[in-house]
């Protein structure tokens, strides 16, 4: 098994998170916009590209805001181990385009407020517990690591 880093981005603009809307066999879910590094690709480069892709608006990463480490087994596939690193982004002032390319489970997505995150179903739950220091603190945190 080996791991993959996985570019996530918090994106806010006037109160409200951009997220992707999901559903899967769980149910619906939101999660943070972003996705798989490539092969060459910096991590920068990852969430900008990752971003375009799923929401068609155009970012710019101002810094690492937390690092978020999960492993779950029982995976058809084997175990999956993935390395989240949580950017704080700015949105360009350029119009916004359609997706290009979505993830697996997502349907749409969506600005919702950003006092309301601590409640909704943002995946994963680490990230959701913990986005106001992710938002706020202006250091890098380690918010954990989970092994399912």
Known sequence: MSARNS???IVLSRGKILVNRCV??????YALPGGGQRTGEMLTETVRRELLE???YTVTPIRLS???ERISEGREDGANHKIY?????KLEDVPC?????RDRFQIGREWID???VRTSNLFPRAIRDNIGGLIGYGET????????
């Open 66 to 68: 937390g690092i978020y």
């Open 24 to 29: 899967s066999r769980f149910g619906e879910y």
């Open 141 to 148: 945190i380690f918010i954990g690591s989970e092994k399912e």
């Open 97 to 101: 385009r359609a997706p290009t390319q």
């Open 114 to 116: 950003v006092h309301s």
């Open 85 to 89: 690193f949580i950017f704080l982004c």
């Open 7 to 9: 570019a996530k981005a």
């Open 54 to 56: 799923e929401t068609g």
